[in-house]
């Protein structure tokens, strides 16, 4: 039998880094925030023995490093390919209301978009600096 998730509506999938750098960044915070926040709205997915709605559009996921260690904590939304940058645990509910429900980039943390085709647009700024596109993973 397959999982789950491969049977329901997913529109979101946000990935959040806790690497070692996004770790030291209160990037675990920023996860079970996301987590606390989707399931109270109902539309996190997963099991419901854990509190989540299995048949939720959002899934959330723990990842290692992006390959941006300076921007931590670091959090990925697809399929909209859109990465955001020091998103803090107060950042969360506006992510989660503008982008994840209304559909629209929070561009004071958006720092570039991936297309489908592999084409990146960056941001030109990233908190008032300019986004360097020579980056380390």
């Avoid at 999938?13 to 079970?32: L, N």
């Avoid at 290692?64 to 670091?74: E, Q």
């Avoid at 998103?87 to 506006?94: A, C, G, I, K, L």
């Amino acid at each position: 039998a397959l999982a789950p998730v491969t049977t329901v509506p997913i529109r979101h999938h946000v990935f959040v880094c806790t690497g070692k750098s996004c770790s030291a960044r209160d990037s675990a915070e920023v996860k079970d925030a996301f987590e606390r926040e989707l399931c109270a709205r109902g539309i996190l997915f997963g099991r419901e023995v854990k509190g989540k709605n299995p048949h939720g559009s959002i899934v959330v996921t723990e990842c290692a490093s992006v390959g941006f260690c300076s921007i931590g904590a670091a959090v990925m939304v697809y399929p909209d390919g859109i990465w955001y940058a020091q998103v803090q645990v107060s950042d969360v509910q506006e992510i989660i209301e503008e982008h994840l429900v209304g559909g629209r980039v929070v561009e004071r943390l958006a720092l570039l978009k991936v297309p489908a085709q592999g084409e990146r647009e960056p941001s030109p700024k990233v908190n008032n600096a300019k986004v360097n596109d020579e980056w380390e993973a």
